[in-house]
């Protein structure tokens, strides 16, 4: 598992920040990591099923959602290389998970177990208290990921909605250029928006100069206001 290119994508992440390279093995076996493949669509985890491990992706993209009280299914998060879902569910040990979690494409997984955050602090070595301290920063940044989410469905129209998350976006990846992990369908989901709607406040913002893209690659050419 702890070959060049995974190392790489591990240490790029909150999870493992500030810990050396031959303790990541060390790290993932304080978590019971295991790796596994899945198929796009293949279903990862199901609604109303505990989450006992968080899942942490190394290749792929992966897609949380829930359905709200009409049954309207509501993405909540697509899930990238380098990224993890499941941390809060997995932690709090919640019998009844509110979410659903699938393959948007090939992806490949560490699967990894939260038990052993649960010791006393006084029982763990320095590695196993950097992994503590990395995982609460790692669940307060999820937090302000979340605030990011109501400011966009706080938005009332389709434009304001498009400009909050495409602003988001550049922060995020800290460039005016970048890849969205959502294909048209979703991003009207996860902007709870009509798609037809969306693809032509899309079009009206690349005539207007605002941005520029092509599938999902994306380019902010001004401000919008």
């Known amino acids: 598992m702890t070959d060049s290119r995974i190392i790489g994508i591990l240490k790029r992440s909150i999870l493992f920040k500030d810990i050396d390279e031959e303790k990541i093995g060390d790290a993932l076996f304080f978590f019971k990591a295991h790796v596994k493949r899945y198929r796009k669509g293949d279903t990862l985890h199901r609604m109303g099923e505990p989450m006992k491990e968080f899942g942490f992706v ?28 499941g941390e809060s569910l997995s932690y709090l040990d919640i019998e009844d998970t509110p979410v659903y979690v699938s393959a948007k494409e090939d992806s490949e997984i560490i699967w990894m177990s939260t038990k052993n955050l649960h010791l006393s602090r006084t029982a763990l070595d320095d590695t196993g208290k950097r992994i503590y301290e990395n995982f609460i920063c790692m669940l307060a940044t999820r937090t302000l990921n979340m605030n990011d989410r109501i400011q966009i469905l706080s938005k009332l129209t389709i434009r304001d909605k498009l400009i909050t998350f495409l602003s988001q976006c550049e922060r995020k990846y800290g460039s005016r250029v970048f890849d969205l992990p959502f294909d048209r369908e979703s991003l009207s989901t996860y902007l709870g928006t009509n798609r037809s709607a969306l693809s032509r406040e899309l079009s009206k913002m690349m005539d207007e100069g605002i941005i520029s893209f092509s599938k999902n690659r ?3 050419k ?4």
């Not at 290749?59 to 949380?64: C, K, Y």
Request: no cysteine.
């Open 58 to 85: 190394i290749s792929g993209i992966v897609e949380v959602y829930t359905d709200d009280m009409e049954g309207n299914q509501m993405i909540m998060a697509n899930v990238a290389e380098g990224e993890t879902f």
């Open 218 to 220: 994306f380019e902010i």
């Open 222 to 225: 001004k401000a919008a206001y």
